[in-house]
Nanobody
Framework: QVQLVESGGGLVQPGGSLRLSCAAS????????MGWYRQAPGKQRELVAR???????NYADSVKGRFTISRDNAKNTVDLQMNSLKPEDTAVYYC???????????WGQGTQVTVSS
């Protein structure tokens, strides 16, 4: 069973930092596209960051220069380092996996990030 498990969410003050981690199981992620999405209350889920098997990355304009996505294929994990957090970053963050050979999408259960004074 392919599964994604997120961790690292919580409450942080504006300007603070958090590091989210996603552990994949069921198969290796070597050739898969991995990413992070988020969904704020009353809004649709949106892409935050994406990383390909070769390490190429894409970021939402709103997080460029503040967030960094990285992957460790040996550990089968993907992380999201979030710096200079803003209240508008408050959302549930979801780990995403696009399996290379099957083009099948997988989602984690989500982890809450709240940025507030």
């Amino acid at each position: 069973q392919v599964q994604l498990v997120e961790s690292g969410g919580g409450l942080v003050q504006p300007g603070g930092s958090l590091r989210l981690s996603c552990a994949a199981s069921g198969s290796i992620i070597r050739y898969d596209v991995m990413g992070w999405y988020r969904q704020a209350p009353g809004k649709q889920r949106e892409l935050v960051a994406r990383v390909t098997w070769g390490g190429g990355t894409n970021y939402a304009d709103s997080v460029k220069g503040r967030f960094t996505i990285s992957r460790d294929n040996a550990k089968n994990t993907v992380d999201l380092q979030m710096n200079s957090l803003k209240p508008e970053d408050t959302a549930v963050y979801y780990c995403y996996r696009r399996q290379y050979h099957s083009n099948h999408d997988y989602w984690g259960q989500g982890t809450q990030v709240t940025v507030s004074s």
